[in-house]
């Protein structure tokens, strides 16, 4: 087929030992950056592991770090395209907490009188209730942004007092306790996961996917003869992504249920426990799988939607998209609705995670939330940002906090690693940024 | 050609910001394969003037007239519903995505699932860009990459792809180097005989006697005159833009010198 014309100009010194790489990223099509952010993963990963003699890449600590890893990923990806947008959302963790309040109460004292304690349709009422109050919290805040002309910074810095105090407000400071117990499996736990036959089946679904879009692009390009990628690069691109995908499965499998709750579901299943014990897999945590359908969702919306082209042309010139006849400030408030409802997932996680909910639950979230994003490569200065990016963005700040407390540093120690660790992340991609221009 | 109904009038159109009179009891008007050029100094209210044709900017007073019928433009989507496409001076192109991306943005096509058709938005793309810069390759790159005359092109090509009737090109050479100026002059005849109105506001005054069949002076908002090519000479043009003084071969406006006009 048609060779893809290269015509990059000859920077003059570039190094023949490094032609290669570049011919091997061109022709895949890798996003370096991206790359770049998985390879800093690893060096994190293979660190911890090692100062922690063996600790840290471990079925049962991976299986952790992905469930702690949820709530947060899942407000970053609403995140990106509010900064995306030259916006900001700093009332996220305040939010969280106000609907994990609502969350709470709806299913522990509304919904009991209504409907008779343990009804079935308890957690879906109650998350729907969240979702509600996430989508009209956000509705408010976007169109005090978007049509009234407030700075979003002033707006939601307004919100995380009004939010953090109406949490309080709701039950004047109690903490609500405990949660339904169907709703409580979206916090993860050995109920809350779906076993390793389910996490097989949704491994496998995911490499499908993997593979029949990536033959429907390759299709779609050649009905229209654009140049296309080796086939060798198609070949390496499927094989690693399922390669990855079905590690993930393989190492969620690979934890085991504690002993006593092994014991306790033996004796109710009258299973007869052999001698070595019973082996039975977490498999893939639901918060987990929560946050990658996010993801999916949210990468979706971005990349294939009329909604995400705006967000990002808006990021890119607002004028020149409001000359371009969109409706910028509709757009922006529908960001700032889908934000809301993004909080309110996270926050249900948080919610059943801790079978609680305290007026104090995601204090400081909003900080983590935008050093996601941002770490993930979302600029600041607007129109440039992934949804993988920020999600491992996430993974990566819960994995330099999940790594300390296995080190035993302090906590004080924590908070400025976390600090020093977002500055010089931001500073080498701006020097990239800069590189790549 | 003096008898049919022209596509576009605007009649009396007034606008301030903040006290400032930027263009004040303006008409213009423009018929069916006619270049019309709007000259004057920076600030004399051309771009002003035209960006309420083009629904940026809301007029306070007059009112815009469509093939004999009252348009109503609040904003782009109104002008864009009327046929009416805007080269900016600034070019308005969003720079963090790339061509096609710009070039469809606000009227992206959809596949049958109603997702964005990418694959056939970039096809389309090559195609237009094909006939305006056959050189450009560069599709898959964000518009901040290209140089001067790259982004010039997709802004025109945005402009002519949707079957424009009404065309307006805000300095549209300015970035441009002689022979890609010369490609647009090309582009400005072309359209013209495809019976496109047109509008150009230019510094060159050798460019708006090239092309233009009317020229329509503005001087502090006003209009000063407007002539056919054909009636007056580039420096009789030149009296307009600087003094206000209306020749005998231009149609005096509001903004004409009143002891030239009494003369």
Redesign the interface.
């Known amino acids: 087929m048609a060779e893809a014309?290269s015509?990059v100009q000859g920077q003059g010194a570039s190094a023949s030992s490094s032609s290669a790489a570049r011919r091997f990223l061109k022709a895949t099509e890798l996003d370096t950056r991206m790359l770049g952010m998985l390879g800093a993963l690893t060096v994190i990963w293979l660190g911890f592991h090692f100062l922690s003699d063996g600790l840290f890449l471990t079925p049962r600590n991976l299986w952790n770090l992905s469930v702690q890893s949820a709530s947060i990923a899942i407000m970053s990806t609403g995140m990106v395209l509010v900064i995306v947008t030259r916006n900001i959302d700093l009332s996220v963790g305040s939010l969280l907490g106000f609907i994990g309040m609502v969350m709470g109460v709806t299913q522990t004292e509304f919904l009991p009188d209504l409907l008779g304690f343990g009804h079935p349709a308890t957690w879906v009422l109650a998350l729907g209730m969240g979702i509600l109050v996430g989508a009209v919290i956000g509705a408010v805040q976007g169109y005090i942004i978007a049509f009234l002309g407030v700075p979003a910074f002033i707006v939601t810095l307004g919100g995380l007092l009004v939010w953090r105090g109406a949490a309080w407000w709701v039950t004047s400071g109690r903490t609500v306790a405990p949660m339904d117990t169907t709703f409580r499996l979206i916090g993860g736990g050995p109920q809350g996961a779906i076993g390793s036959t389910w996490s097989w089946i949704v491994g496998l679904i995911a490499c499908a996917a993997l593979v029949v879009s990536l033959v429907v692009s390759r299709n779609?390009?050649r009905?229209?003869h654009?140049p296309l990628r080796p086939l060798w690069a198609e070949g390496f691109l499927g094989t690693v992504g399922c390669a990855l995908i079905l590690g993930f499965v393989w190492v969620v499998n690979s934890y085991p249920w504690p002993s006593g709750i092994v014991r306790r579901y033996a004796e109710e299943n009258n299973i007869a426990v052999p001698d070595g014990g019973l082996f039975i897999a977490h498999g893939i945590a639901i918060p987990v799988l929560i946050a990658l359908g996010v993801g999916v969702v949210m990468s979706?919306i971005t990349?294939?939607?009329?909604f995400?082209?705006y967000v990002?042309?808006?990021?890119?010139?607002p004028?020149?998209?409001?000359?371009?006849?969109?409706?910028t400030r509709w757009v922006v408030m529908k960001i700032f609705i889908l934000m809301g409802v993004l909080v309110a997932i996270a926050s249900a996680i948080s919610t059943a995670r801790l079978n609680a909910a305290t007026n104090a639950m995601g204090t400081l979230d909003e900080l983590l939330v935008i050093a996601a994003a941002v770490i993930g490569g979302t600029s600041l200065g607007g129109?440039?940002g992934t949804i993988a990016g920020a999600m491992i963005g996430a993974v990566l700040m819960q994995s330099l906090a999940t790594g300390m407390i296995l080190l035993g540093v302090d906590t004080p120690l924590q908070n400025i690693v976390v600090g020093l660790v977002l500055v010089v992340a931001v500073w080498l991609d701006s020097i990239y940024r800069k590189r790549v221009? | 050609m003096e008898k049919k109904t022209p596509l576009v009038e605007m009649k009396n159109i007034s606008i301030a910001f903040g006290g400032i009179h930027a263009v004040e009891d303006a008409s213009v008007d423009l018929h069916e394969g006619e270049v019309v050029a709007l000259v004057g100094h920076n600030g004399a209210g051309k771009s002003t003037l035209i960006k309420i044709l083009?629904g940026?900017y809301k007029r306070d007073a007059g009112k815009i007239v469509i093939e004999g019928e009252e348009a109503q433009i609040t904003?782009?989507?109104d002008a864009?519903r009327y046929g009416i496409e805007?080269i900016?001076q600034?070019?308005?192109?969003?720079?963090?995505?790339d061509a096609a991306?710009n070039l469809f943005?606000?009227?992206?096509l959809?596949t049958p699932w109603?997702?964005?058709d990418d694959?056939?938005m970039?096809?389309e793309t090559r195609k237009v860009m094909g006939r305006l810069n056959p050189r450009f390759?560069?599709f898959k790159e964000?518009v901040s990459?290209l140089s001067g005359g790259q982004r010039q092109s997709v802004a025109i090509a945005r402009a002519i792809y949707f079957d424009a009737r009404i065309l307006i090109m805000d300095e549209p050479t300015a970035a441009l180097g002689p022979q890609e100026t010369a490609q647009v002059s090309d582009l400005v005849r072309q359209l013209k005989k495809d019976g496109i109105g047109i509008f150009l506001i230019s510094h060159d005054i050798h460019d708006v006697f090239d092309l233009a069949d009317r020229v329509v002076v503005m001087k502090n908002g006003q209009v000063v005159g407007t002539a056919s090519t054909k009636d007056v000479t580039e420096d009789e043009v030149l009296g307009m833009i600087i003094l206000g003084k209306c020749p005998p071969g231009a149609v005096p406006g509001p903004g004409a010198l009143q002891s030239a006009a009494a003369a």
């Open positions: 014309t015509e779609q390009r009905k229209f654009f979706f990349l294939r939607t009329r995400g082209r990002f042309a808006i990021g890119g010139n004028e020149a998209a409001e000359l371009a006849g969109i409706n129109g440039v221009q | 083009s940026a904003n782009p989507r864009k805007t900016y600034t070019l308005a192109l969003a720079d963090n995505v991306a943005l606000g009227r992206e959809m109603g997702t964005l694959v056939a970039e096809s390759q560069r964000p990459r």
